[in-house]
Nanobody, 126 residues
Framework: QVQLVESGGGSVQSGGSLRLSCAAS????????MAWFRQAPGKEREGVAA???????NYADSVKGRFTISKDNAKNTLYLQMNSLKPEDTAMYYC????????????????????WGQGTQVTVSS
């Protein structure tokens, strides 16, 4: 059974940093596409960053240059390093995983992923 467990969320001031982690079990993450999504109250879930099995990455324009997605295959763990955080980054952050090969343009679409974590809250104050 595939399980994803996020951690690392919290409250920071604008300009601060956080690193989110997503521990995966029940499958080999090295063969899966994985991604981070976020959802703020009253807004749709947004794909923030994705990484494919070979290691290529894909970012939303709103986080390029500030966020970095990475994974440690030995630990079966996905990370999201978030720097220069802004109040508009406030949201619940979810990790997602899926074994199917994807078109590049679908990597940050929620419908592309079958497995989801429970989420971790990130709050950025001004």
């Amino acid at each position: 059974q595939v399980q994803l467990v996020e951690s690392g969320g919290g409250s920071v001031q604008s300009g601060g940093s956080l690193r989110l982690s997503c521990a995966a079990s029940g499958y080999t993450s090295s063969t899966y596409s994985m991604a981070w999504f976020r959802q703020a109250p009253g807004k749709e879930r947004e794909g923030v960053a994705a990484i494919v099995s070979e290691g290529s990455t894909n970012y939303a324009d709103s986080v390029k240059g500030r966020f970095t997605i990475s994974k440690d295959n030995a630990k079966n763990t996905l990370y999201l390093q978030m720097n220069s955080l802004k109040p508009e980054d406030t949201a619940m952050y979810y990790c997602a995983a899926d074994p199917r090969r994807k078109q590049w343009w679908t990597l940050r679409l929620a419908a592309s992923y079958n497995y989801w974590g429970q989420g971790t809250q990130v709050t950025v104050s001004s």
